[in-house]
């Protein structure tokens, strides 16, 4: 197998361009220049939601056409993109808000498009994730995006189950009416202490953050009226982890030990395991000649 090269700075070539362009998360002048020339310049915009975009275009006076592609067409729209792309067309994907791909439609198009050999070329731009994390104040890197977690009881127990030991800042998203049960999740797994911040509304006028533990936004969340898209900033496991059990001889093994490594002599070394286990040399004398007994 050999390594597939294909730049995004390559001249003429036969097939079109797959551009992946965020858009904004809540405030639209974080739209930049250069995602607003591409959705203008492409011979079409694959949305996840046309009628969403469609207003993302009217605003910026693109006149692009679109074809919708969502989660629920994606079988059938692929290889009619990707026999679009063959034909020298280029196309802009857009998801309603964000980076294409992130808990997203895309990353099937994305991988259509390698398998191909067409040019992908990703627009830098709003992403909820990292907006949150780096306003967050809890720990920024290393980090682990999860994104939503199952819907399912017995799904979302075992996904959390093997994050609890997770030692990275772990970053999730939630809709407003799953939010409560989410977080009860999160106290089950991971316990009452541990750190979050409730993220939402981001770069919009309401922008909010709630830092607290996962006891107090529970509480929070059960007491007040939820709205608003949520990004969850969970620490990570701060428990230090488990000292190793450590091997303790009995006294009279320990002095034998350092008579034999240290070639000390008996009284000794009684003397210096007396010291090293804070004990009186009587104590360990007596030991060491099974006076005990």
């Not at 597939?4 to 639209?28: A, C, R």
């Not at 006294?251 to 286990?277: F, G, P, R, W, Y």
Request: negative net charge.
């Amino acid at each position: 197998m050999s390594i597939q090269i294909v730049s995004s700075f390559q001249g003429e070539s036969s097939s079109g361009t797959l551009f992946l362009v965020p858009t904004p998360i809540g405030n639209l002048g974080d739209m930049s220049p250069r995602a607003i020339e591409t959705l203008r310049a492409v011979d079409l915009i694959a949305a996840e939601d046309t009628r969403n975009t469609q207003k993302l275009l009217n605003h910026f006076e693109i006149e692009t056409h679109q074809i919708s592609f969502h989660e629920y067409n994606t079988k059938e729209r692929i290889p009619q993109l990707i026999d679009k792309l063959e034909q020298g067309l280029s196309l802009a994907q857009v998801s309603d808000a964000g980076m294409p791909s992130i808990s997203d439609p895309g990353s099937e198009l994305v991988e259509a498009c390698v398998a191909k050999g067409i040019r992908v070329v990703p627009i830098p731009g709003p992403n909820a994730a990292l907006t949150a994390l780096i306003a967050s104040g809890l720990v920024p890197q290393p980090f682990l995006f999860y994104g939503f977690l199952s819907r399912k009881n017995t799904e979302r127990a075992e996904q959390l189950a093997q994050l609890t030991p997770q030692t990275m800042t772990l970053i999730f998203y939630e809709a407003p009416h799953r939010l409560l049960k989410t977080l009860k999740s999160l106290v089950t797994a991971f316990g009452e202490d541990r750190k979050i911040v409730l993220c939402r509304e981001l770069t919009k006028r309401y922008e909010e953050f709630l830092r607290g533990t996962l006891a107090e936004a529970v509480e929070w969340a059960g007491s007040s009226e939820v709205r608003g898209e949520f990004v969850l900033i969970v620490e990570g496991n701060q428990a230090p982890p488990e000292e190793e059990a450590k091997v303790v001889l009995p006294l009279d093994q320990q002095v034998e030990m350092l008579i034999k490594s240290e070639n000390l002599k008996t009284n000794d070394a009684i003397k210096k395991v007396a010291k090293q286990n804070k004990l009186k040399k009587q104590v360990v004398y007596n030991e060491y000649h099974h006076l005990n007994s």
